[in-house]
């Protein structure tokens, strides 16, 4: 996969997460999309995508890119995890679960590294798509 095309699979994947318009996102200068541009640019970073191919994916130069990454917030670049995990489908699944609350809650492993991670709901379902190939069915939670 080309660095242009994953830098694409990522702003979807964000535009979902963060229900943002994928256009929006590529030029709105509102503050939902800058939000969703920062994640997006920390989740390249995570994938090891340079400043040059970042900001080649949206049009701008590297610098930019460069300093919105130094001003995403921790949970922006929780977030980024978050979206890179997803788009990589490269992980251990720990456990599902569902929460209090009524979700359900999926925490995974990077198998590199180790380091752990409970995934949003709608990152969770992107994930799973991405390591089963296939659509996520719930059939009941017990």
């Known amino acids: 996969?080309?660095?242009r095309d994953l830098g694409h699979l990522?702003?979807?994947?964000?535009?979902?997460?963060?229900?943002v318009p994928v256009a929006e996102i590529m030029s709105a200068r509102t503050p939902r999309a800058l939000r969703a541009r920062r994640i997006?640019?920390?989740a390249?970073?995570?994938r090891e995508m340079t400043y040059p191919e970042i900001g080649g994916v949206?049009?701008?130069?590297?610098?930019?890119?460069?300093?919105a990454c130094?001003?995403?917030s921790d949970k922006e670049i929780?977030?980024?995890?978050?979206v890179s995990w997803a788009v990589k489908g490269d992980v251990y699944f720990l456990r599902l679960a569902t929460t209090p609350a009524g979700t359900v809650e999926v925490a995974v492993a990077d198998p590199h590294n180790g380091q752990r991670m409970v995934l949003e709901a709608a990152l969770a379902e992107q994930l799973?798509?991405?390591?089963?190939?296939?659509?996520?069915?719930?059939?009941?939670?017990?």
């Not at 990522?10 to 229900?19: C, E, Y």
Request: charged share 25%; aromatic share 6%.
């Open 70 to 72: 130094k001003n995403a």
């Open 40 to 42: 997006a640019y920390n």
């Open 44 to 46: 390249m970073r995570e």
């Open 128 to 142: 799973m798509r991405a390591v089963f190939r296939t659509e996520i069915r719930v059939v009941g939670l017990q």
């Open 1 to 3: 996969m080309s660095t």
């Open 58 to 67: 949206f049009g701008r130069d590297h610098t930019t890119v460069m300093e």
């Open 78 to 82: 929780e977030l980024s995890k978050q």
């Open 10 to 19: 990522i702003v979807d994947t964000v535009a979902q997460q963060v229900q």
